[in-house]
């Protein structure tokens, strides 16, 4: 069975340093893994998705994430941030055989201080 | 705007009742999924179809239920409702079954009394 967990709930950085959110998954076939953002009383809108063209993914509003087999990690960074990056971050696996269904981790919830 | 519709945005009912969530999924989507997200149990999937036909089911509770119609809406049918049904229901859709982004509409909060 496929799994995800995201470490640390809440997250908190100043405006201008760097966001690290880390996520850690579980597979048994190659995975498909998505990063997705969740804004207050808004759906989940997807930053950046990995699907094994290529082990660092660059997605949208400055984020990236690298894929890194040994580690089993996909962790998403951001090298400066911003007021607007306070929002929910999920990180979720997919296996293609399963017909795309999503399993999500817990969330991190990320706090921008001015 | 991801594409993807859903109504109500937000349901207050009584325990017992029973309800409906509407949702339309992007112009040439084949595949809805259904997640329940609460605050306990995280997101959670319920439930998928693709072009009208249930493709994989997840933690979908007996009194839960859902349909795609042939225009490819579809809706998920709670009864029975009970107070831990409170949740945030989303609905996703995405072109196929292989691993393409789904795009999320904005929810239903659904608030059982």
């Known amino acids: 069975a496929q799994s995800v967990t995201q470490l640390g709930s809440h997250v908190s950085v100043s405006e201008g340093a760097l966001v690290l959110l880390r996520c850690n998954y579980s597979?048994?076939?190659?995975?498909?893994l998505f990063w997705y953002v969740q804004y207050p009383n808004q759906g989940l809108q997807l930053l950046l998705k990995?699907?094994?063209?290529?082990?660092l993914v660059k997605g949208i509003n400055g984020f990236e994430a690298e894929f890194k087999k040994s580690e089993t990690s996909f962790h998403l960074t951001k090298p400066s941030a911003h007021m607007s990056d306070a929002a929910e971050y999920f990180c979720a696996v997919s296996d293609g055989n399963q017909g795309g269904k999503l399993i999500f981790g817990q969330g991190t919830e990320l706090s921008v201080k001015p | 705007d991801s594409g993807v519709t859903q109504t109500p945005k937000h349901l207050i009912t009584a325990t017992g009742q029973r309800v409906t969530l509407r949702c339309s999924p992007r112009?040439?989507?084949?595949?809805v999924y259904w997640y329940q997200q609460s605050l306990d149990q995280g997101l959670q999937f319920l439930i998928q179809y693709y072009n009208g036909e249930e493709r994989a089911k997840g933690n979908i509770l007996e009194r839960f239920s859902a349909q795609q119609f042939p225009d490819l809406h579809s809706e998920l049918n709670l009864s029975s409702l009970e107070l831990g049904d409170s949740a945030l229901y989303f609905c996703a859709s995405s072109a196929n079954t292989v691993n393409t982004e789904a795009f999320f509409g904005q929810g239903t909060r659904l608030t059982v009394v």
């Open positions: 597979s048994s076939v190659p995975p498909y």
């Open positions: 990995y699907t094994s063209a290529a082990t």
């Open positions: 112009s040439g989507d084949l595949s």
